[in-house]
């Protein structure tokens, strides 16, 4: 019984090894999917390892099959620097450590991003014009919306899905249930329903027949908790796949 727990113990040890020695995500595709007056899209596609990912099969005699597919969309509201900032770390730390293809939307506007009607305005175009026609071509499992709120315009941690269509439900119920420290806000009952990026933006990702998530973070917590809850979703969602 001793010689078995010495010798699990000693392949954890390497596999922890050949983890640390190798990042999981093996390239980073970077390519500007528009720009104009207002700014710009940029697509950076995170790939599994597949080096790593053949070498710990060999060592444990399994190998993954899951393949997840997530995109985040981050800055169409620039001015939320909050979900911004957490959101772009999230994507590359656990890009590293899991088996999962993520591309990461980042929205960069020119002039005036500060400014509230501005600001919302070039962005949300933006993400109309150059990311949805990119998402209809593509195969992703979830799609993550990344926002941050003002006091009283929204209740803590949450994610809504504006469409209220199955797979989005039915995937946001699972995280619902699985997650805690987040809500799940359906339509009706999300206070931002109503918002621009909504109707420009949400739905008609949405409508590209892929769950789509709206998620909020209150934008007085700190870079901490909102980069811990963004890690969590991302891997509630990647395991309730």
Known sequence: ??????????CAIVIMLIAASLNTASSTK??????DSRGYVIKDVYMPNETLN??????TGTSSQKKVKVAVVTGIHMRETLSINASNAVVK??????????????IVVHENFD???AGRKKGEGLA????????????YDVIIICHDHKKGYGEG?????PSMDNKSVTLAEKVDKAMS?????????????????????????????????????????????AYNVTYNLVDTAYNSI
Do not use: C
């Open 93 to 106: 730390d656990y890009a590293k450590s899991h088996n999962v293809e993520i591309v990461q939307y980042t």
């Open 157 to 161: 941690f949450y994610i809504a899905t």
């Open 1 to 10: 019984m001793k010689k078995k727990l010495v010798i699990i113990a000693l």
């Open 181 to 225: 420290g987040l809500r799940f806000l359906p339509s009706d009952e999300n206070p931002k329903k109503k918002g621009s990026s909504t109707e420009v933006f949400t739905k008609p990702l949405a409508a590209t027949g892929h769950a789509t998530f709206v998620y909020e973070i209150p934008e007085w917590v700190s870079y901490s908790e």
């Open 54 to 59: 053949s070498k710990l099969a060999n060592i």
């Open 128 to 139: 109309a014009d150059y990311i949805i026609q990119d998402v209809a071509k593509s195969d």
């Open 115 to 117: 400014y509230y009607t």
């Open 30 to 35: 970077h390519t500007t999917l528009g720009s």
